[in-house]
């Protein structure tokens, strides 16, 4: 069992910067493969980062070269830093930890990009 608590979220105008982090806390925490989803209003939940337990990395198309995921293995945290952010990534971000037939999230944070 993996409880995800994620904070950070806000307004943010175009241009900017925001970090969110997920802290999460369980049994062996580092065993999962974990990653930020997100939500905007009439879309599907769309996976946007993630690093696997071994520390393999992969982006979405849509934040790559803007988005940096980071894990801290030593206190279970998440981040995300995002940079340049556009109205478009306005959503609710979630984090998520899995591993073969677990799968785990947390409540979402909003992010809203507007000037």
């Known amino acids: 069992q993996v409880q995800l608590v994620e904070s950070g979220g806000g307004l943010v105008q175009p241009g900017g910067s925001l970090r969110l982090s997920c802290t999460a806390s369980?049994?062996?925490?580092?065993?999962?493969?974990m990653g930020w989803f997100r939500q905007a209003p009439g879309k599907e939940r769309e996976k946007i980062a993630y690093?696997?337990?071994?520390?393999?990395?992969i982006y979405a198309n849509s934040v790559k070269d803007r988005f940096t995921i980071s894990r801290n293995n030593l206190k279970n945290i998440l981040s995300l830093q995002m940079s340049t952010v556009e109205s478009e990534d306005t959503a609710v971000y979630y984090c998520?930890?899995?591993?073969?037939?677990?799968?785990?999230w947390g409540q979402g944070t909003q992010v809203t990009v507007s000037s």
């Open positions: 998520n930890a899995g591993l073969g037939s677990e799968n785990y």
């Open positions: 690093v696997t337990n071994t520390g393999n990395i």
């Open positions: 369980g049994s062996r925490v580092s065993r999962y493969g």
